[in-house]
């Protein structure tokens, strides 16, 4: 696992194709939809957990998906495939692979997200530390997943998102109300049942993963 996880760290670290695709279609979703209101209407502040959510969920959805494509070239999938390790442990470093990438574009995206809103800076950072990891993690479980499934078909770029979405839709749910309810300063203990449909989600979808990722890779 460590093996993998340490081969596409650092094929990704020579060519930052997933990396730059990440933070570029991101950044260009925080900048438009910041502005698709006006910045003294009140629908503006109220738009913003949505906002950076969606830039996360489009942006990360293009950026995993490279990730497994490139192992198409040359076969390299098949030469993972016939490794002597556990298809499941397999997954395991896949998603791990994701969650980092999508960490270190959220380290970008999020900054810039407090910069368009015009939010206070350590505040929102110290409200955002939990929740934007435990959703990230749940993400590239449930994407990688299904990456895996959609790889098999033509349409690659296009059946990842129509399979993976639906499934996601209560992780995203989840991520916005508790976005929004940090924002406002809410106290956690009032959001304290997404956060646990969140930690339930991220759970699910690593042991389903773990469990069909042989039969989701399978020809």
Not at 13 to 33: I, N, P, Q, Y
Not at 114 to 134: D, G, K
Not at 201 to 206: I, N, T, Y
């Amino acid at each position: 696992m460590l093996a993998i996880l340490w081969k596409d760290l650092l094929v990704e670290l020579r060519t930052k194709e997933t990396l730059a695709s990440l933070f570029l279609l991101g950044t260009l979703l925080l900048l438009v939809l910041s502005f698709a209101f006006d910045p003294s209407h009140p629908l503006h502040e109220a738009s913003a957990p949505g906002v950076l959510w969606v830039a996360i969920i489009f942006s990360g959805t293009i950026g995993i998906n490279r990730t497994l494509l490139r192992e198409r070239e040359n076969d390299c999938f098949a030469g993972l495939l016939l490794a002597p390790i556990d298809r499941g442990t397999l997954f395991l470093a896949k998603a791990a692979v994701n969650f980092i990438l999508l960490t270190v574009s959220e380290m970008f995206l999020v900054p810039l997200f407090i910069f368009f809103f015009n939010l206070p800076f350590l505040a929102t950072i110290a409200r955002l530390i939990l929740i934007v990891p435990l959703t990230t993690l749940g993400f590239a479980a449930i994407a990688t997943l299904f990456s895996a499934v959609s790889l098999q078909t033509r349409a690659r770029e296009i059946m990842l998102p129509l399979l993976m979405l639906p499934l996601a839709t209560p992780l995203f749910l989840a991520a916005v109300q508790t976005t929004t309810a940090l924002l406002s300063a809410t106290p956690l203990d009032q959001v304290s049942h997404w956060f646990k449909l969140t930690v339930t989600f991220d759970v699910l979808f690593l042991v389903v993963g773990w469990l069909t990722f042989e039969y989701a890779v399978a020809e």
